[in-house]
């Protein structure tokens, strides 16, 4: 076994390159050479030939089976992440003052660490833009929170305020309301949609300048951002009346029947959502009222009602 290794590392080295000393091709047919790292072999893709095995693993030498298991056997810095307005790359001190045994500081020491806390401050934002990065990020995230969002789409509305920034989309517009229509686009691209009064209900903009930002940022970048769709608020709002999977499949069922019938041409989404979960807990024998719905949804009762009528007539208009 020893004299087959020999020969193969002999037979590496003559087609190693000078330069980085990494093997380019199988040294007995030429082929392309792919790593196995779960064996540390390097072998030929083509003709199976073993080049080079006992390999270095430079992965962890630990082990993790979740996500929270991960973090707590890791050893190095979080990821970058856009939705900090340095990525997350600066250091953070603790607004505690406390020492790494959890002992309360001398009355020195908390003089140095609050001058430290100001000057870190200082040099995370060091100009205007950087500070208007650091107010429209803390804005996307707690605007996101409140709407229960998850991360992804905040990471997504971070991108575009950063894209906004950096098109010099910003002058004559609030940072509150780019940041907002951010949100807003992001939701919907993200298949999350969240209604237009969900949204204003948790800026400090008004609804009229939300949408009027959000068309002029979905134009000036250009982004692709499809109508919403009644059936993606459904589970939302199946869920937040304790409503049964077969309540919530009937919901879906009655907005596939007026779309067919085109009853959906001009409705609001989150109308034609909601009465279509009023009507389905009907037909399924579940108690909800038009109130409950009305609460949830964020929409008038007359508007459910109205709604609920057209959609029962275009479930009976279908053709058999």
């Not at 199976?48 to 693993?57: A, S």
């Not at 979080?78 to 009355?107: C, E, F, Q, V």
Request: proline share 3%; net charge negative.
């Amino acid at each position: 076994m020893s004299d087959s290794n020999t020969r193969i590392r002999e037979r590496t080295e003559e087609q190693e390159t000078e330069d980085t000393g990494e093997t380019v091709s199988c040294p007995e047919c030429g082929g392309k050479l792919a790593t196995d790292s779960e064996h540390g072999e390097t072998v030929c893709i083509e003709c199976g030939l073993v080049v080079e095995t006992d390999e270095i693993d430079r992965g962890p030498e630990w082990r993790a089976f979740d996500a929270t298991e991960k973090d707590k056997k890791s050893r190095v810095g979080a990821p970058t992440t856009n939705m900090m307005h340095d990525k997350g790359l600066s250091t953070n001190i603790d607004w505690r003052d406390k020492d790494a045994y959890g002992n309360s500081l001398g009355s020195r020491q908390r003089a140095k660490m609050q001058r430290l806390r100001k000057w870190n401050e200082r040099f995370r934002t060091r100009d205007s833009k950087e500070r208007n990065l650091k107010q429209a990020l803390g804005e996307i995230d707690r605007m996101s929170s409140a709407l229960g969002l998850p991360e992804t789409v905040r990471e997504t509305a971070s991108v575009i305020y950063r894209r906004a920034l950096d098109e010099n989309l910003l002058p004559g517009r609030s940072i509150e309301g780019v940041a907002t229509s951010a949100v807003y686009a992001a939701a919907r691209q993200a298949g999350v949609p969240r209604s237009l009064d969900e949204i204003s209900d948790v800026s400090r903009v008004e609804k009229s300048e939300i949408a009027r930002t959000y068309r002029y940022v979905v134009r000036e970048l250009g982004l692709e951002v499809k109508p919403a769709d009644p059936e993606s608020y459904v589970p939302r709002f199946a869920s937040s009346l304790d409503l049964s999977d077969e309540a919530e499949n009937r919901a879906r069922q009655l907005l596939r029947s007026a779309k067919e019938q085109g009853v959906h041409s001009g409705k609001s989404p989150v109308g034609l959502a909601a009465a279509a979960v009023y009507a389905a807990a009907l037909l399924t024998n579940e108690k909800t009222t038009q109130a409950a719905v009305s609460e949830v949804a964020d929409i008038s009762e007359v508007t459910i009602r109205n709604r609920y009528h057209e959609l029962l007539e275009a479930e009976q208009d279908l053709p058999a």
